[in-house]
Each structure stands twice: as C-alpha cells, then as structure tokens.
C-alpha cells in the first residue's frame, strides 16, 4: 500500500479530474494517454462545440492497487470505483 501511495499518487493525481493532463507534450505519463481521455459532444444540433475531457474522474488507492476510476465527475467516479471494490471483498469472502 505504501508503493502504491508514494509512486502512484503523481501519476493519478496528473490522469484524472477535471485538472488532468491529456495532451501528451505536457503529461510525464505518457503511455495510455489516449485511452485516458473522451471527447464529449455539444448539444444535438450544434458544429464544433464538443471538448476534450479526462475519461476517469478520480482515482483510490486500495492495497497495493492505484485504480483509476472511469466517470463524468469526481463522484460518479469513485461510486464506480467503490462498487467494484465491494465486489473485490466479496470475491474474497466467498
């Protein structure tokens, strides 16, 4: 858990949320940086007006994993994210 936190934490911190770096120029991590990101449309009817922005919302640190969790925002995100890690400890009860 500690690697995770003192490695990963950057790297996370720079791949998600709305301040998340998606142009590879400027990102130190550099692999995957096209799957990191979605290109939202404007409204219906409208040319031009879509934007390009961070796939995943947030990230946690859980164990030794730093998972990146895929949503529109901070908080649809990490529901993702906490719902797939109750499903890890089900799993693991089982």
């Known amino acids: 858990h500690e690697d995770a936190v003192q490695f ?5 911190d720079e791949a998600t949320g709305e301040d998340a770096v998606l142009d590879e120029d400027d990102a130190t991590w550099k692999e995957g940086i096209r799957d990191r990101r979605y290109f ?14 961070a796939k995943y919302g947030g990230y946690v640190i859980y164990g030794n994993m730093v998972l990146l969790c895929e949503g ?3 908080d649809h995100s990490l529901g993702r994210c906490a719902a ?11």
């Open 8 to 12: 990963g934490t950057a790297f996370a």
């Open 40 to 53: 939202f449309a404007g409204l219906l009817g409208t040319h031009g007006s879509g934007s390009v922005q």
């Open 84 to 94: 797939l890690i109750d499903a890890l400890r089900s799993s693991a009860s089982q």
């Open 72 to 74: 529109a925002n901070a």
